[in-house]
């Protein structure tokens, strides 16, 4: 249903049917300006809303946000648990504020790592915004590449395929971001040159650009100039 | 393979990848840019390859990986197809003769059940004679795709009917094409020709990748670029020693752009006490340096800045930058190399002077960005700012001093504000 859904575009112009965002560069915003690293994840989260809304203005159909990483979740825990302690006092907020302009909510990665009141928030938020018709936006939570394949592969193996069963298709089914249009922008912020395991199976023909700007102060105009250059870039698909 | 003398070297200290994975793009667009057939494209790319695979065993990576032709490359021409698979032919003719003396195993990444049939044997019989070679490993992909790759490895999984429960990471990883390397996780991912794209190679392995794209084809693709690259990789891997830069970054931009400007402004008076006390209060400010060695960093700084500066002594200048930097990085655990940076520093100002507009400083813009790289560790790209802002800085004092007002003094000043607070902002 959800897939049948996403057939029906309503876009002008070239628009990414799917950006991810890999967010970083929030503890260093902070530590340039002498503040505690935490400022700078309360800092970032308030960059999510704007960048969220221009999307959905633009057409986006499935916004993504590496949030925490499960390496992020290993942390040692006097900073894991500032982090928690962010999502707990935003996400919520956030969410609901999303949830009032149509947006639909996933949760993408093992939820299981968190604790159990910040995994009934994420599950409300996902069950609230169920039938939300708008643009979808996944936040990445304890969320790693191997580990979202490794749990794919355990369900196919629970659900008894057979190895003929095994397609492109079938595997895609069982990842996080099943009936989902694969990302076909993946931007990361804070001036580094890698995605650290952001979908390695659904990123295979992203566009990938690395933008200087740390999240903190990444802007909606700087999400039109990228989404600009990815209009320019010649999509082959391999082919 | 012919023998090509290439004598590259990295300098000590390189950060040197274990792994390096190429995505091959651009033959036919290097082709067509000259008015070649597509074929004499891939030729030169297939030459460009070779030397860069023996660049790169010079250089002591381990691990190569080349992808030449993918799962959904079936689609073009059978000419052009037979083009590239003669190429094979011819690689693996190479590279059996080399194979021995360089200690190199052979690993075919990809479908087997596709390829022309020889290929396919010669591949077998090539990963059969060099399977117990361990120096380095070259994987060619050839009839590779990623999402194959993941897919072919889940139905052996399957088909050994391993139990979900006994399913992790390290067991998926023994059932893809880079079973039992040394460093199947690719550390550095080129890819020629300018397109920002994975292309699915190697999805599982390229979770921890640094990305590089190089705009040129790979047929322009020489080994002094692939050197170039791995330096770039090394200086994203920052090393401190157990020392974090950012203790040493605890500076106030203002304060600092303010001292150092105090300092540019009293050039003009030779060797003078108060000179050398601005320069001392400044590296105090920037490097949290003890009193002693304040005043030891500032001397070498100033005899440098005015041996450059009234005698254009560039030797001279070096040898005292070279003493300031060793000071600096001893104290402040960086892990560059005080010779390199000093000739950077020097070639800086070389470049730098008498320029009065960006557009003249393109040279030294660069070096600049290659300087602020290699002492904070970081890559060129992430230099790129604060390198801009140096220049600008630079720009303006160069106005100031040819008598343009005292407007540019206070320009330059707000550069280096802007300089120092983008390198704080950087490497914090």
């Given at each position: 249903m959800q897939a049948e859904r996403l057939k029906t575009p309503e876009i002008e112009g070239d628009v990414p049917l799917h950006i991810a965002i890999v967010m970083d560069g929030n503890r260093r915003w902070a530590k340039a300006r002498g503040i505690l690293g935490i400022e700078g994840h309360k800092e970032g989260a308030r960059t999510i809303e704007p960048i969220a809304f221009r999307c959905r203005d633009l057409g986006v159909q499935v916004l993504s946000f590496y949030t925490l990483s499960i390496e992020?979740?290993?942390?040692?825990?006097?900073?894991?648990?500032?982090?928690?302690?962010?999502?707990?006092?935003?996400?919520?907020?956030?969410?609901?504020?999303?949830?009032?302009?149509?947006?639909?909510?996933?949760?993408?990665?093992?939820?299981?790592?968190?604790?159990?009141?910040l995994q009934s928030v994420f599950k409300d938020a996902e069950q609230r915004s169920a039938g939300k018709t708008g643009m979808i936006v996944n936040l990445a939570l304890g969320y790693s590449g191997a580990d979202e394949v490794v749990r794919a592969v355990k369900k196919i193996i629970r659900g008894n395929f057979s190895t003929d069963d095994v397609t492109p298709n079938l595997i895609k089914d069982f990842l996080d971001t099943s009936g989902q249009p694969d990302p076909e922008l993946v931007i990361r912020t804070g001036r580094r040159s890698r995605l650290s395991g952001f979908f390695p199976l659904q990123s295979m023909y992203s566009e990938i650009f690395f933008s200087p700007t740390l999240w903190p102060d990444f802007t909606v105009d700087e999400l039109n100039q990228i989404i600009a250059w990815y209009r320019v870039q010649t999509r082959t698909f391999g082919r | 393979m012919e023998k090509t003398k290439t004598l590259l070297s990295t300098p000590k200290g390189t950060h040197i990848p274990n792994h390096i994975a190429i995505i091959m793009d651009g033959n036919r667009r290097w082709a067509r840019a000259k008015g070649l057939p597509a074929s004499e494209g891939h030729k030169a790319g297939y030459r460009a390859m070779l030397k860069v695979a023996r660049a790169s065993q010079e250089l002591g990576i381990h691990t190569l990986t080349f992808w030449g032709f993918s799962t959904e490359n079936w689609e073009r021409s059978s000419k052009e197809i037979d083009n590239i698979m003669n190429l094979v032919r011819h690689f693996v003719e190479d590279f059996t003769k080399d194979a021995k003396k360089e200690g190199v195993k052979f690993v075919h990444l990809g479908r087997k059940d596709k390829l022309p049939e020889d290929i396919i044997n010669a591949f077998?019989?090539?990963?059969?004679?060099?399977?117990?070679?361990?120096?380095?490993?070259?994987?060619?992909?050839l009839d590779y795709g990623g999402k194959d790759e993941i897919l072919r490895a889940t139905r052996k999984i399957i088909e050994d009917?391993?139990?979900?429960?006994?399913?992790?990471?390290?067991l998926f990883s023994s059932y893809l094409d880079t079973k039992d390397q040394p460093?199947?996780?690719?550390?550095?991912?080129?890819?020629?020709?300018?397109?920002?794209?994975?292309?699915?190679?190697?999805?599982?392995?390229?979770?921890?990748?640094?990305?590089?794209?190089?705009?040129d084809h790979l047929p322009d693709f020489t080994p002094e670029k692939l050197r170039n690259a791995i330096l770039d990789y090394s200086r994203r891997r920052r090393r401190f020693g157990g020392n974090d830069i950012v203790e040493h970054l605890t500076f106030d931009p203002k304060v600092v752009a303010k001292l150092e400007i105090a300092?540019?402004?009293?050039?003009?008076?030779p060797k003078g006490t108060r000179f050398q006390d601005y320069a001392f209060n400044h590296l105090r400010?920037?490097?949290?340096?003890?009193?002693?060695?304040?005043k030891e960093a500032a001397k070498y700084l100033i005899v440098a800045f005015l041996e450059q500066d009234n005698g254009r002594n560039w030797e001279k200048a070096k040898i005292n930058l070279k003493k300031f930097y060793k000071l600096i990085k001893d104290e402040v655990k960086l892990a560059f190399e005080p010779s390199i940076v000093a000739s950077m520093q020097v070639k800086f100002w070389e470049d730098m002077a008498g320029k009065e507009q960006v557009k003249a400083a393109s040279d030294a813009e660069e070096t600049a960005r290659e300087l602020v790289a290699e002492v904070n560790r970081i890559s060129l790209f992430q230099a790129a700012k604060a390198a801009h802002l140096l220049v600008l800085a630079n720009i303006e004092r160069n106005l100031a001093e040819r008598g343009s007002g005292e407007k540019h003094w206070d320009k330059a000043q707000d550069y280096l504000e802007r300089f120092y607070r983008a390198l704080k902002e950087r490497v914090a």
């Open positions: 992020n979740l290993s942390r040692p825990p006097e900073q894991v648990g500032a982090l928690l302690n962010v999502l707990r006092n935003q996400a919520d907020k956030l969410l609901e504020r999303l949830d009032k302009d149509n947006i639909r909510f996933k949760a993408i990665g093992d939820l299981g790592l968190f604790p159990l009141d | 077998n019989k090539l990963e059969e004679e060099t399977k117990h070679y361990t120096r380095h490993i070259l994987n060619i992909a009917k391993i139990p979900a429960e006994k399913v992790d990471e390290r460093y199947p996780y690719v550390d550095l991912f080129i890819r020629t020709s300018g397109e920002q794209r994975t292309s699915g190679l190697m999805p599982w392995q390229m979770e921890y990748a640094e990305y590089y794209f190089e705009a300092w540019w402004r009293l050039r003009k008076i400010e920037q490097f949290g340096l003890s009193k002693q060695l304040a």
